[in-house]
């Protein structure tokens, strides 16, 4: 399980003619662990969704990323939690892969395996809607688990949990991590960040700085990406920078 | 007596016959595409394409008369078009989808009930709109059977796609599901299923029988499956029942089989296990896990 080096280059991703990610170059090792921190806004969502082909760039390139290779845990806003779906369904639709929309699902057992693996054992059967939000984030890792991606990308992973549900899905991803796979992971917990990634993007739509944490996270750096996230120009002037 | 009551209706006389199967047919599709309507938060649109197919029928009852193929093609073209062209409104003018939607449907309406009323007479525009069994030729009842088979195998195909396009539209979209053709194919069947309705129950009461079932099922059952079938049987009853009531008590048929369905549906809303009124305010004693 070895994905090849994931490079980004020049990469803008806007919301109409606003870019949300501006000119953002940085590349991302085979089985690197990489946190994107930034303010509100900078970008890292949209980062992430074009990195997992959901939103086209508008410009730049995003190589190292074949169909097919990469799972993305949303923010669970994205979702309908209400919806009238067993855990074991939503779960399932991790092998979506394998089964498609008509086939069989070969070794469902798998489904309850991963299911454990999250700590969720027993809640094949309970509905979704039912669920809280620390449990509804582990169905997430479960279903990730299915996918079986060799990048992975999730988008403020431990937001809102408590400290035994973080741990435990922490554990996920440093087993994903020990396992080769490349993971980039939208954190906003810098103790977090310094403790368990040894790699950072910071971000404020356009990149500041991306390297060993430690440097990253500099005061400087984190001081810079708090001006440019204020900057917003009611009359922006189209941008004039090189394509290439 | 129970046989006068519940079978010699339909053995004597063929044009109810003809109703009865018709409806029954499309009580196995229309609940169904409901379900899903309601699960994507539209439980209105399926109202405003009923009122979106009205200009067509309408159009189509001004050129040929109460013929058939002529109403059945205009609402069809009707409907699609408000369908589809709601959808493109909203995009393209930045403006939301339901207030286009309003807009449309309003406009659909009105132009509908003034082209019948320019041509026909009130029997004919009450005919059009509430629906008569006796209108169910053979022509209409194997547009019915058509609808409900065509729906049926949609269903069987769209099934996996359409519930996780509702629960997670991105991560359909990540692993390849093309989300809006299904959702196409929802809306375009809708509007098939009112369309083939609307001789037996009328067009402004066929989308009862697709959305009651439907709103009273989610208090009985807490998986998508569950849901339908549960919409689906109460769709039966519900026809039945009023099919026999507008017999009997001489009723157009479609407010009394859209009538049932909606005692169904009080039914459902105050005892219905999930989310029902009972159990909210006589929830029983807590449980111990």
Same mark, same amino acid.
């Given at each position: +399980? ?49 990195? %997992? ?19 993305? *845990? ?9 919806? !009238? ?45 039912? =669920? ?36 435990? *899905? ?19 917990? =810098? ?6 990634? !040894? ?23 984190? *001081?810079?990406?708090?001006? +440019? ?16 | 007596? =129970? ?140 547009? +019915?059977?058509?609808? %409900? ?11 996996? !796609? ?6 997670? !539209? ?38 009862? *029988? ?80």
């Amino acid at each position: +399980m070895t994905p090849p080096e994931i490079l980004v280059s020049n990469l803008t991703v806007a919301h109409g003619r606003r870019p949300a990610v501006h000119h953002l170059s940085f590349t991302l090792k085979p089985g690197g662990l990489m946190a994107v921190v930034g303010p509100n806004g900078a970008g890292k969502s949209s980062l992430l969704r074009a990195m %997992a082909g959901l939103h086209a760039p508008t410009e730049g390139r995003i190589e190292g990323i074949a169909p097919g290779q990469v799972a993305l *845990l949303p923010q669970q806003a994205m979702l309908d939690r209400s919806f !009238p779906l067993t855990c074991r369904d939503a779960v399932l639709f991790g092998l979506w892969g394998e089964s498609g929309a008509f086939r069989a699902t070969p070794r469902p057992e798998r489904i309850e395996a991963a299911l454990d693996a999250v700590g969720l054992h027993g809640f094949a059967r309970r509905p979704v809607g039912s =669920l809280s939000a620390g449990q509804f984030q582990r169905v997430l890792f479960a279903r990730l688990l299915l996918q079986d991606a060799p990048i992975i990308l999730l988008d403020e992973p431990f937001n809102a949990l408590d400290a035994r549900t973080a741990a435990d *899905l922490l554990g996920v991803v440093r087993r994903w991590h020990g396992e080769g796979r490349s993971i980039l992971a939208v954190l906003h917990d =810098l103790e977090l960040v310094r403790r368990e990634f !040894p790699e950072t993007l910071l971000l404020a739509r356009e990149g500041i700085a991306c390297g060993p944490t430690e440097k990253v996270l500099s005061a400087e750096n984190r *001081l810079r990406a708090r001006m +440019m996230s204020e900057a917003w120009h009611d009359h922006a002037e189209a941008c004039a920078r090189d394509a290439a | 007596m =129970l046989w006068d009551a519940l079978i010699a209706p339909f053995a004597e006389f063929g044009f109810l016959r003809r109703a009865l199967v018709g409806c029954l047919a499309l009580c196995l599709s229309a609940p169904p595409l409901g379900v899903f309507l309601m699960l994507r938060r539209m439980s209105l649109t399926g109202d405003v394409l009923a009122h979106g197919i009205l200009p067509g029928v309408a159009l189509g009852f001004v050129l040929a008369g109460l013929w058939m193929p002529a109403l059945a093609l205009g609402g069809l073209a009707a409907g699609l078009l408000v369908a589809l062209g709601s959808g493109a409104l909203a995009r393209a003018t930045g403006g939301r989808e339901d207030a286009a939607l309003a807009g449309l449907y309003l406009t659909a309406l009105a132009a509908g009930v003034t082209l019948i009323s320019w041509r026909g007479s009130a029997v004919e525009l009450t005919q059009l709109l509430f629906g008569s069994v006796l209108g169910v030729d053979d022509a209409a009842l194997l547009l +019915m059977g058509g609808a %409900a088979s065509a729906t049926l195998v949609f269903l069987a195909i769209a099934w996996r !796609p359409l519930i996780l396009e509702c629960f997670d !539209p991105s991560f359909a979209k990540a692993v390849g599901v093309r989300g809006s053709v299904w959702h196409l194919g929802l809306l375009a069947l809708v509007v098939v299923n009112l369309v083939a309705a609307f001789q037996a129950v009328g067009s402004l009461m066929a989308v009862g *029988l697709m959305m009651l079932p439907a709103i009273a099922a989610r208090h009985w059952a807490r998986e998508v499956g569950g849901m339908v079938l549960v919409a689906v049987g109460i769709a039966l009853a519900a026809t039945l029942i009023g099919l026999l009531a507008s017999y009997h008590m001489d009723l157009p048929s479609g407010p009394a089989i859209v009538l049932a369905a909606a005692a169904a549906w009080m039914a459902s809303l105050a005892l219905g296990p999930v989310d029902g009124l009972l159990s909210r305010y006589r929830p029983g004693r807590h449980l111990e896990g």
